[in-house]
Structure formats: C-alpha cells, structure tokens
C-alpha cells in the first residue's frame, strides 16, 4: 500500500512538472532546440568560455539565460536572442564574440533571421539606462512604443510597445543570474544604476556573498511585461502580477545574512 502511495506520489508530482522544465532537468537539449549543441560549440570557438563575466564564464552566463527564457517558455526566437544576447557587445559590456560589421549574415545564418535581428537591437539599444531612467520611472509602456538611439551610429531604433516588452522579459532573467549589490553599487537599496559608483576594486568575485536587492526590481518590470502585450508571461511573481516591496525585500536579506554571519537564533 505504501509503495502505491509513493508510485502515485512520484506520478502526480511529475506532471506537475512542465516539460520544457523536464528536459532540462534530463539533459535533454535536443528536445528543447535541436541545434543547441551547435550553437554552445560555435560559442565555444568564438572564445566565450575565456571570458569571465560577473560570477561565471560569458558561455555560463548565456547559457543561464537562455535556459530560464526556455523555462519561461518564451519563443524560438527570443530564447536563441538570450544565448547570444551580447554577441556583438552592447553598451555596457565589451564582451563582442562576432563582428557587428562582418558577421551579421554569419549569425544569421546560424540562429535564423528573425533571433539575429533581435540580437542586433539588444546589442545596439542603450539597455540599461533605457530601463532605469525611461521605462521604470515612466511606470506605463506608451502605445507607439519608444525610440532610442543606436550607441554606435546615433541613428533612431524604433521598439514597438511589445519588443519593450520582450527587452523586460529578457532583463528579468538576465539580471537574475547576476545581480549582486557589489557589481552594480547598489550600496542603499536604491536600484539605480550609477556607472559613477561601480568600482572595480570592489567587484570582485565572490565579494562577501551577500545577496542583492533586485527581486523587487524583477517584480517592477513583470507588472510593465504585463500591459505591453508580450507573452508568455514570466510564471514569476504570481506570474508578474504583484509586486514585492523594497522593504519586504530588505527585511528578508537582513534576516538571512544575520543567521548567516552569526547563526540560527535557538531558544
């Protein structure tokens, strides 16, 4: 009868268990694009497991991307977007595997037309000052969109209120396999971003190891993925509908970083 129980157990929490979760879980990377292993050998050989970026190599950090898109099942083309998602470098990180200027139609050739043009626009657009400055404190995505200047040419990028989207989508799970408060001089749980502040010297791997302030950062930006008509929506935050408070976000890490330096309180 126990056995029953537990053989039943096992069953209904593995179809629980999405599959696009579940072929992560296996290895199963042909099931969740066939030319997978194409991609991470060509990333490989364009020197992505020689660069170190944040806390783990550039190739880590894509993959990790790329793998929490997959989990969010967001589309073909978008998750192909975050594994090379700074392949030209961008406006923050010089990091560039391919040459913008000769080898567009290389990586078109390689991830399809439709992911090379969404990898362009994310290495081309000012991103982050984009998301702090204009579209948090705006709070509401405008119908027509944005357009932003291309940090190379200065010429005008057009983002339709749904790639917005998408560009929020993807920060979600770009800044939560590497935001640490050290990194980004996020010293007074302000979730600015100061390149005024950030120090070299202090960003360090693995600094202290506290943890950062950014859940309530990712929660800001899932409410405005919401109202800019992308979808999927990230299953994140019940599934980007509430948002948690900066306070409730500090209270969480004072008290975990407090049994971490000084140990469980015991009565």
């Not at 090379?116 to 204009?134: A, D, G, N, Q, W």
């Not at 200047?149 to 200065?154: C, G, L, W």
Request: glycine share 4%; aromatic share 10%; with cysteine.
């Amino acid at each position: 009868y126990q056995l029953i129980i537990k053989v039943l157990s096992m069953e209904i929490t593995s179809n629980l268990i999405p599959e696009s979760v579940r072929h992560i879980l296996r290895n199963e990377w042909s099931e969740c694009d066939p030319k997978l292993s194409e991609f991470l050998r060509t990333l490989s050989q364009q020197g992505a497991d020689e660069c170190w970026h944040k806390h783990s190599t550039f190739k880590e950090h894509l993959f990790n991307v790329w793998r929490m898109m997959k989990i969010w099942n967001q589309s073909e083309e978008v998750c192909r977007m975050a594994l090379f998602h700074s392949s030209y470098s961008n406006s923050y990180v010089n990091l560039a595997l391919f040459d913008l200027q000769k080898d567009r139609d290389k990586v078109k050739s390689l991830v399809g037309n439709n992911a090379e043009e969404l990898i362009y626009k994310m290495c081309v657009i000012p991103r982050h000052p984009f998301v702090f400055s204009t579209v948090l404190p705006d709070a509401k995505i405008p119908d027509e969109g944005y357009t932003v200047k291309h940090i190379k040419t200065n010429e005008d990028v057009t983002l339709s209120k749904e790639m917005v989207g998408m560009i929020l989508t993807f920060t979600m799970a770009d800044f939560s396999d590497q935001w640490l408060d050290y990194m980004f001089a996020n010293h007074n749980n302000s979730h600015s971003w100061d390149e005024s502040k950030y120090s070299l010297e202090g960003a360090l791997w693995p600094s202290d190891g506290k943890p950062g302030m950014w859940m309530s950062l990712i929660s800001r930006m899932g409410k405005l993925v919401r109202q800019s008509g992308h979808t999927p929506i990230p299953p994140v935050f019940n599934h980007c509908t509430e948002v948690l408070s900066e306070e409730n976000e500090s209270k969480s890490i004072n008290a975990y970083w407090d049994v971490m330096l000084n140990g469980p309180v015991c009565n």
